[in-house]
């Protein structure tokens, strides 16, 4: 899933360099944190956050067949 959400994320700046995306597993569900560049953080989010509500909802239909709850958390770096 880690690799996934880096090939998102990537395409989508223009620092793709600084992304750095880490994953912390748990015992309900995992949590994959992404670092962007600051002035990144606004591409990743999209307006009214659609840009990440969708990356939610691809890494939610991705997570399926894992049957394991994933949380996404974007910060800027």
């Known amino acids: 899933m880690k690799d996934f959400i880096s090939h ?3 395409t989508l700046v223009d620092c793709p360099e600084e992304v750095v995306v ?3 597993n748990g ?4 949590m994959i944190e992404v670092t962007v ?5 606004g591409k990743v989010i999209g307006r009214q956050g659609r840009t990440v509500d969708a990356i939610r909802v691809l890494l939610h239909c991705a997570s399926m ?3 394991r709850k994933y949380i996404l ?5």
């Open 37 to 41: 560049a600051k002035q990144d953080v």
């Open 8 to 10: 998102i994320i990537k």
């Open 65 to 67: 067949k894992d049957r």
């Open 27 to 30: 015992e309900q569900c995992n």
């Open 22 to 24: 880490s994953e912390v």
């Open 73 to 77: 958390q974007i910060s800027d770096g």
